[in-house]
């Protein structure tokens, strides 16, 4: 069964950087592209970030685009989330999810990660 | 950007209704449209891909139909664990987006 467990997520000042961990289980992970969706406290979905199986393309949404890096490391079946100059509107559970296709719809997610950005 | 667009924001039914949420784009995303469902502390959970195809393990009761831009999810028979949110997706350009949500709950 596919899981994904996310991790580094944590309580942060507005400028500072933190970086998220997913590590895939239970599939091919260099086989799928694999996404970043967040949503803020009892807020909506919002898409952050996709990678492609190889690593080769990336997307950003306008809101991260020059502050978040998305990246995988296919033999150790992990994904990244680099977040640099980080805002009060990042605070939100970060999901780690699963494409089933490209541009992709989700088929596995992680439980979230929780990041708080605050002074 | 697509803004994906849906309707109610809430719907309020009992048990053993049909549910009927809708989703309108934007502008044309085909057929590149999905349907998750959340529970409250949970991850989302995929049920319907590409407009009307039902995701592995999801029940025959929950279908998806439409193209272009408007879309529907039907719930024909609501469960008791079927009251949520419901958020649609189109994959068809980036950036993805996602709609608002629609939640279902017990009137």
């Not at chain 1, 492609?52 to 995988?72: E, L, M, N, Q, W």
């Not at chain 2, 039907?74 to 709609?99: H, K, M």
Request: glycine letters at 10%.
């Amino acid at each position: 069964e596919a899981q994904l467990v996310e991790s580094g997520g944590g309580l942060v000042q507005p400028g500072g950087s933190l970086r998220l961990s997913c590590v895939a289980s239970g599939f091919t992970f260099s086989n799928y592209g694999m996404s970043w969706v967040r949503q803020a406290p009892g807020k909506g979905l919002e898409w952050v970030s996709d990678i492609s199986t190889s690593g080769g393309g990336t997307y950003y949404a306008d809101s991260v685009k020059g502050r978040f890096t998305i990246s995988r490391d296919n033999s150790k079946n992990t994904l990244l989330l680099q977040m640099n100059s980080l805002r009060a509107e990042d605070t939100a559970v970060y999901y780690c999810a699963k494409a089933r296709s490209w541009p992709p719809l989700y088929d596995q997610w992680g439980q979230g990660t929780l990041v708080t950005v605050s002074s | 950007e697509i803004v994906l667009t849906q309707s109610p924001a809430t719907l309020s039914l009992s048990p053993g209704e049909r549910a009927t949420l809708s989703c309108r784009a934007s502008q044309s995303v085909s057929r590149y449209l999905g349907w998750y469902q959340q529970k409250q502390g949970q991850a989302p959970r995929l049920l319907i891909y590409d407009a009307s195809n039902r995701a592995t393990g999801i029940p025959a009761r929950f279908s998806g139909s439409g193209s272009g831009t408007d879309f529907t999810l039907t719930i024909s028979s609501l469960e008791p664990e079927d009251f949520a949110v419901y958020y649609c997706q189109q994959r068809s350009n980036w950036p993805l987006t996602f709609g608002p949500g629609t939640k279902v709950d017990i009137k």
